[in-house]
T-cell receptor, first 113, second 115 residues
């Protein structure tokens, strides 16, 4: 079982460039989320989805877009990369049951120069 | 809004000893779940243990156990017989039972295990 697959694992962007971080899960999970991890700041929620066609903003959504056309995929788009978006990005999924914790992808380390 | 606080940025423990990581949270809800996640140097986040707020009994998973004090809003993680492989960053997380999809994480505690 693949679980949650994130690509790429590493990426360097120039300021102003756009790109999409891919996330796919094969567990038929309803809920999917994107978090960013910065030193000393834990995990901060960017966007999340409770099902195909439904997305909502987290605590740090500016500069990012998401869509959820299928249950399996939840891509994160950086519209115009900025150095402040240098971070490690994690995609995570879980069932609709509140008792179930998240399954995380292995993360993408993004550097914006 | 819910907040999760881990007051110990770093902790260390001698191999085979016991260590306790602290976590407090703030919520006005009564139906929620609490989790501890482990992030080793590989960066992969792993769910360690879960506590259901309506259960008084503390959760246990092998060498990992929690001390859940609902009134005090405290949720500490105890690691017994520490092993070198326990070295990692540990995150405490709160999840409201019906708050669609969102978990709130603490800032993490880095645990070092000394041989």
């Amino acid at each position: 079982n693949a679980g949650v697959t994130q690509t790429p694992k590493f990426q360097v962007l120039k300021t102003g460039q756009s790109m999409t971080l891919q996330c796919a899960q094969d567990m038929n999970h309803e809920y999917m989320s994107w978090y960013r991890q910065d030193p000393g700041m834990g995990l901060r929620l960017i966007h999340y989805s409770v099902g195909a066609g439904i997305t909502d903003q987290g605590e740090v959504p500016n500069g990012y877009n998401v869509s959820r056309s299928t249950t399996e995929d939840f891509p994160l788009r950086l519209l115009s990369a900025a150095p402040s978006q240098t971070s490690v990005y994690f995609c995570a999924s879980r069932t609709g049951l509140g008792r179930d914790g998240y399954t995380f992808g292995s993360g993408t380390r993004l550097t914006v120069v | 809004a819910q907040t999760v606080t881990q007051s110990q940025p770093e902790m260390s423990v001698q191999e085979a000893e016991t260590v306790t990581l602290s976590c407090t949270y703030d919520t006005s809800e009564s139906d929620y779940y609490l989790f501890w996640y482990k992030q080793p140097p590989s960066r992969q986040m792993i769910l360690v243990i879960r506590q259901e707020a309506y259960k008084q009994q503390n959760a246990t998973e092998n060498r990992f156990s929690v001390n859940f004090q609902k009134a005090a809003k405290s949720f500490s993680l105890k690691i017994s017989d520490s092993q070198l492989g326990d070295a990692a960053m540990y995150f405490c997380a709160y999840q409201y039972n019906t708050n669609a999809g969102k978990s709130t994480f603490g800032d993490g505690t880095t645990l070092t295990v000394k041989p």
